[in-house]
C-alpha cells in the first residue's frame, strides 16, 4: 500500500501550514498505480475521482466504457497541420474553445492550397466533441450549426457505434461525475492534454435502452432549439441588413486622403476630433457606417437615448470573495457569455457582496451585454435561464427601456457594423478598454418601416425564448441521466 496523507508529511510553521480542511488526500495501492501506468500525478488518483468511480459502481447498471473494446463510442483527432491563413475564403475554420459557444462565428480563414485533408477536419452531425488541450473537457453535440464546419485539428471528435446514444454520452460527459472523471484523466506539466485513449479509462453505466433514448431525445431537441434560434437571428439581421441597404461591409467605400500611399492614410477636420486623436478612433469605415445608415435611417440616435436605454452599467472594480459550488451566486466573465449556460466555477460570497450583487452585477433578462475589456464589443441577450446570476465587472449592462426595443438593439450591436461603432471607442496600450459613456456614444439607426423594426425585435426575442427552453431541456437531460442512471441502486 502507497499512502501519503498530511500526517506523513514535514510539519510547516505554524503560520505558513494550510487549514486541515483545505488538504486533500488518499490513499492508493501499488496495484492501482501500475493499472495506471506508473503514473505518479496527484490528479489521476485524486479523491473526487476515486469517489466518482465508488459511485458509479455502486449504481444499478453495468459499466462499460466510454471507448475501448466494448465501449460505447470511438473517439479521434486529426493529424497536425501547418495552417496557410488569409484574409477571408470560403473555408473558414474554427478554434475548439468555439464549440462552447451557442452560435460561433468564424474569424479565421484558411487556403484551399493548405496542404491538408479539409473534409476530414470537418465534424458531424450527432459527433460528440470534446477539447482536449488547455481548458480539457468542454463539450457539444453536432447539430445543423456546426455541420461540416471546420475545426482545428486539436479536437477530440466522439462517435457512438449506436446512433441513439450520442445524447446520452454527451449528458454523461457534460455531468459533473462525467466532468469529474474527464478531469482525472489529463496530463501534461503546463497545458492539460488528454487523448482518444485515455477516454477507455472512463466508466459509464450502460443502462436499458429506453432510458438512454430518452436522455438522447431530450439532447436532440435541446440542440434543435438552438438550431433553430440561430436561424431566427439570422433572419433578423438580414432584414435589418436589407432594410438600411447595407453591403458587406468590407464593399462600404473608405474615403482616404491619399489612395496612392503605400499606407492607409486619412483626414480628420478639428472639429471632429472629439478629443480623441488615436487613429482608430477616426477610421474611414467608422465614418462610411455613420453616413451610410443616417442616409438609409428614419433616424439615428446614440445608445444614451433615454427613449430606448433606461440605464448603461459598469460595475466598479472590487476584490471578489468567492465560495463554494452551492453558497454562493454563480459569476461568469466575458468569455462565457456566448454560451447557451456560462459555465462559470466561481461563485460569490453573498454575505460579502450582497449589495453590490443586487444593485450592479445581477443581471436581468433581455439586457444586452457587451464586453469592455480585453475582446471587447462581444454582445449578448440576456436569457431567462441567467436572471439572478452575476456578471463581471468586465461587462457592461445595456439595460432597454422596454421589450419593444431590446431586440432590435441587441440585432444591431450585433451586426458587424455595430461592433465596428462600439471598437472604435476602444482605448489602452496593452489591454483595450471602454467604459460606459462610450457605449452610450455608439449609434443606432431607426427604421423607417416600423412594423420591420418590431419584427425584428420580435424574432430576436424568440430566439431568446427557445435558447431558455433549449437550456431546460439540456438540465432535464443531466436530471434524468443523475436520477436514473448515476444515482440509480
Known amino acids: 500500500m502507497v499512502e501519503q496523507t498530511a500526517k506523513h508529511l514535514r510539519p510547516l510553521p505554524l503560520e505558513l501550514a494550510p487549514p486541515e480542511d483545505t488538504v486533500k488526500w488518499s490513499s492508493v495501492s501499488l496495484s492501482e498505480v501500475l493499472e495506471r501506468g506508473s503514473r505518479l500525478e496527484a490528479s489521476v488518483y485524486d479523491i473526487e475521482s476515486k469517489q466518482a468511480r465508488e459511485t458509479l459502481a455502486r449504481c444499478r447498471w453495468e459499466l462499460t466504457t466510454v471507448t475501448g473494446e466494448n465501449g460505447l463510442a470511438v473517439a479521434f483527432h486529426r493529424p497536425r497541420f501547418r495552417r496557410v491563413f488569409v484574409e477571408k475564403s470560403n473555408l473558414p475554420i474554427y478554434q475548439p474553445s468555439q464549440i462552447t459557444e451557442i452560435y460561433p462565428k468564424p474569424y479565421l ?54 446512433k441513439t446514444d450520442g445524447g446520452y454520452l454527451y ?87 491619399d489612395n496612392g500611399a503605400k499606407v492607409k492614410n486619412f483626414s480628420v477636420k478639428l472639429s471632429e476630433l472629439s478629443e480623441r486623436i488615436e487613429a482608430s478612433y477616426h477610421k474611414p469605415i467608422v465614418r462610411a457606417i455613420s453616413e451610410h445608415i443616417t442616409k438609409y435611417a428614419n433616424e439615428v440616435t446614440t445608445l444614451g437615448d433615454s427613449r430606448f436605454v433606461s440605464r448603461i452599467i459598469l460595475p466598479s472594480r472590487f476584490k471578489r470573495v468567492y465560495v463554494g459550488k452551492g453558497q454562493g451566486v454563480l459569476f461568469f466573465g466575458g468569455k ?141 437531460a443531466i436530471h434524468t441521466i443523475n436520477e436514473k442512471v448515476i444515482f440509480a441502486e
Request: aromatic letters at 6%; charged letters at 25%.
Open 171 to 257: 449528458a454523461f460527459l457534460k455531468s459533473d461525475i462525467g466532468q469529474t472523471l474527464i478531469q482525472a484523466n489529463n496530463y501534461g506539466a503546463v497545458i492539460s492534454h488528454i487523448e482518444p485513449h485515455h477516454l477507455a479509462e472512463i466508466p459509464i453505466p450502460n443502462p436499458q435502452a429506453l432510458i438512454k433514448i430518452e436522455i438522447h431525445n431530450l439532447v436532440m431537441d435541446s440542440f434543435a432549439l438552438r438550431d433553430e434560434s440561430n436561424e431566427l437571428l439570422d433572419q433578423a439581421e438580414q432584414l435589418l441588413i436589407n432594410e438600411l441597404n447595407l453591403p458587406p461591409i468590407a464593399e462600404l467605400k473608405s474615403e482616404y486622403f
Open 336 to 476: 462565457e457569455i456566448l454560451q447557451l449556460a456560462p459555465a462559470g466555477e466561481k461563485f460569490l460570497s453573498l454575505k460579502q457582496h450582497d449589495e453590490r450583487i443586487k444593485k450592479e452585477l445581477t443581471v436581468e433578462e433581455n439586457t444586452v451585454l457587451i464586453t469592455s475589456s480585453g475582446t471587447i464589443g462581444k454582445v449578448a441577450i440576456v436569457p431567462k435561464h441567467w436572471e439572478g446570476w452575476t456578471a463581471n465587472q468586465h461587462m457592461i449592462r445595456v439595460v432597454p427601456a422596454n421589450k419593444t426595443i431590446a431586440g432590435y438593439i441587441y440585432a444591431w450591436l450585433n451586426t458587424e457594423f455595430g461592433k465596428a461603432l462600439i471598437t472604435r471607442f476602444n482605448y489602452g496600450a496593452v489591454v483595450d478598454e471602454i467604459d460606459q459613456r462610450h457605449v452610450a456614444q455608439v449609434q443606432i439607426p431607426l427604421l423607417k418601416n416600423k412594423d420591420i423594426q418590431q419584427k425584428i425585435n420580435d424574432l430576436v426575442l424568440e430566439a431568446n425564448q427557445k435558447r431558455f427552453d433549449a437550456y431546460i431541456l439540456e438540465q432535464k
Open 109 to 162: 480563414w484558411i487556403s484551399d492550397k493548405t496542404d491538408a485533408n479539409l473534409d476530414a477536419l470537418r465534424v458531424k452531425k450527432n459527433q460528440v466533441l470534446m477539447t482536449c488541450s488547455g481548458t480539457i473537457g468542454k463539450c457539444t453535440f453536432v447539430g445543423e450549426t456546426l455541420d461540416n464546419c471546420i475545426f482545428s485539428h486539436d479536437l477530440l471528435r466522439i462517435e457512438t457505434l449506436n
